[in-house]
């Protein structure tokens, strides 16, 4: 029963991403309304983690099997693609490495304010 609760209050904040996309005349996807809207509750303390966190754990175990419909549709588009495979695969590759250089400064970032924090402390 607890992780029925847990998936309805993430179906219920989906369902709020999806009403702002409705209402806000912004290009944003829902999803990204929904995380917002999570992320926020999260913050503020109005959710708890453990309110959510049985849920969250599966649904992030589960999440490559949720790529296999969007793999699929990508084969089924193969002769459309297949005109405009190499400046795709080019720009994968570049953007990939991009958001791996400025994860990993931001990373580098956050834990050396981490550690000169805890020398002032």
Avoid: N
């Avoid at 912004?26 to 809207?37: E, F, R, T």
């Amino acid at each position: 029963m607890r992780i029925l609760r847990q998936f309805g209050i993430i179906l219920l904040i989906t369902f709020a991403g999806e009403l702002c996309k409705a209402v806000l005349p912004l290009p944003v996807p829902a999803s990204i309304y929904g995380m917002l809207i999570l992320l926020a509750a999260l913050c503020s303390g109005v959710i708890k983690l453990e309110a959510v966190e049985q849920a969250g754990d599966f649904l992030i175990e589960i999440m490559p099997i949720l790529f296999v419909p969007a793999a699929v549709g990508l084969l089924d588009a193969w002769d459309s693609l297949q005109t405009i495979l190499i400046p795709v695969a080019v720009i994968t590759a570049v953007i990939t490495v991009l958001v791996m250089a400025v994860a990993g400064r931001v990373a580098q970032m956050i834990l050396r304010h981490q550690k000169t924090g805890a020398h002032h402390e």
